[in-house]
């Protein structure tokens, strides 16, 4: 067997179907999605307002649930698994990257970087090293110590991906991480997402509509109604 076939894709959603109904009306948000994503891959999921790419972040990232077909996490079916289960894989196997960086705004840099190691039975010691590490990678050291309100939009987007980061996770959804930045601290955003996604071999998929972020991803997948094109 080759090592490609040996190695799971991080994230696989097979045949994966999704409706909703809105009181007699039914919109098939996604109709029978193949797509899958490796670690070390970047892939920019694009299409028009409507399309069905939040549905896919939403059901990649265990947030909501297809109606059929099957999604994989690191080569396991997620179909099945208990809410527990469901909840323990989103805290460690999955970092998430918002729009509006959705950052805590009661604390500073570093403890937002900090704050999805909290449940974690690391020694003090050990987690500050490990947050001042990501802080450093992300080119935020002199920030650390700072709230959100006192850094800029691509600085605040920079501890998030730290944050989304932290814990190593094997998949990374990101939501138009680069729609509240301008072009050039898109692009320093971008650069950092690429640098990571391929040294840490974390597969990131994000929804955007930039078109200089999907132009430096691996792969760009259209979607078009609920459709892959
Ligand atoms: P995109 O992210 O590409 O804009 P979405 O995944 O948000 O697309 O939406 C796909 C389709 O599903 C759209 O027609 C949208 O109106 C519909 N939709 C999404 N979420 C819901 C919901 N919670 N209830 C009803 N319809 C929804």
Known sequence: MSLAMAVPAAIELRGITKTYKLGSHIVKALQGVDLAVS????????????????????????????????????????????????????????????????????????????????????????????????????????????????????QQQRVAIARALIKQPSVVVADEPTASLDSRTADQVVDLMREHCHAQGAAFLIATHDERLTSRCDRVVRMLDGVIQ
Do not use: W, Y
């Open 39 to 154: 670690r070390g891959e970047l892939v920019a999921l694009t299409g028009p307002s409507g399309s069905g790419k939040s549905t896919i972040l939403n059901i990649c990232g265990l947030l909501d649930q297809p109606d059929d077909g099957t999604l994989l996490l690191e080569g396991k079916p997620v179909a099945g698994m208990s809410a527990r289960d469901l909840t323990l894989l989103r805290r460690d196997r999955l970092g998430f990257i918002f729009q509006r960086f959705n950052l805590v705004p009661v604390m500073t840099a570093h403890e937002n970087v900090d704050f999805p190691l909290m449940l974690e039975s690391l020694p003090a010691a050990q987690r500050q090293e490990r947050v001042r590490g990501m802080l450093a990678a992300v080119g935020l050291t002199e920030h650390a110590g700072h709230r959100p309100d006192r850094l800029s939009g691509g």
